[in-house]
């Protein structure tokens, strides 16, 4: 099983709102099938800046893995070489 890494602010870069607490729910309950507005509504997150912080996050994982991979080749390939 693979631990999902996601680099969610503590606090919204705009208003300093603390959102960090919340993501998890959110996420759940957008995976169960909950509208994001709604989700976003009822843990009280009402500024755009603070909802955009929630919806333009991503699971940064799936980006650094394929430079991990690269590096890991290349290290491969040095140590060949000598």
Known sequence: ???IIV???VR???CGGLIADKYFEYKERVKSGEEDANVLDSLG???YCCRR???SS????YQVIP???V???RMTEMQSES
């Open 1 to 3: 099983m693979f631990l």
């Open 7 to 9: 680099l969610i602010p």
């Open 12 to 14: 919204c870069f705009s």
């Open 45 to 47: 997150i009402k500024r």
């Open 53 to 55: 912080m929630f919806i």
């Open 58 to 61: 991503m699971e940064t994982i």
């Open 67 to 69: 430079y991990y991979e």
């Open 71 to 73: 590096l890991r080749r």
